[in-house]
């Protein structure tokens, strides 16, 4: 369970680097919409404990899909955009996960999160051992 100290520590910690990196934000966000038309951002589905699932913020790497929403790409299929390329290469899409630490939905330090197009996550949650809760 998640520490009033480690709360403030991913506040201030997220809140810095969101304002340091404020430029290259506003740099990527205008690539992304002028590489290709769609939304800037993707709410990608991840599992929390207990099977809660999270809607966390990145940036769109892939063209848009006709229902308006990005589909799941792997590393050089032809759905990346050129830009989408770059910031799976060097993880800047995940950038925006900062707002998703400031709202309390996920910490900078813990374990990683669990994607349900990740083929073993099923397995991976059923291996941690269960918390009980009085």
Not at 39 to 47: D, L, S, T, W
Request: proline letters at 7%; glycine letters at 8%.
């Amino acid at each position: 369970m998640r520490t009033d100290r480690q709360r403030s520590f991913d506040i201030i910690a997220a809140s810095l680097l969101l304002l340091l990196s404020t430029p290259v934000l506003l740099l990527i966000a205008g690539l992304v919409k002028i590489s290709s038309p769609g939304p800037v951002f993707y709410r990608r589905r991840f599992f929390s404990r207990g099977g809660r699932t999270l809607r966390i913020l990145q940036f769109r790497a892939t063209v848009a899909v006709q229902n308006g929403g990005p589909c799941l790409a792997i590393a050089g299929e032809r759905r990346l955009t050129p830009i989408g390329r770059f910031l799976r290469r060097t993880g800047l899409e995940r950038l925006p996960r900062l707002i998703n630490v400031i709202r309390g939905e996920i910490s900078l330090v813990g374990p990683r999160l669990q994607s349900p197009d990740d083929s073993d996550w099923h397995s991976n949650l059923s291996a941690l051992r269960p918390v009980v809760r009085g």
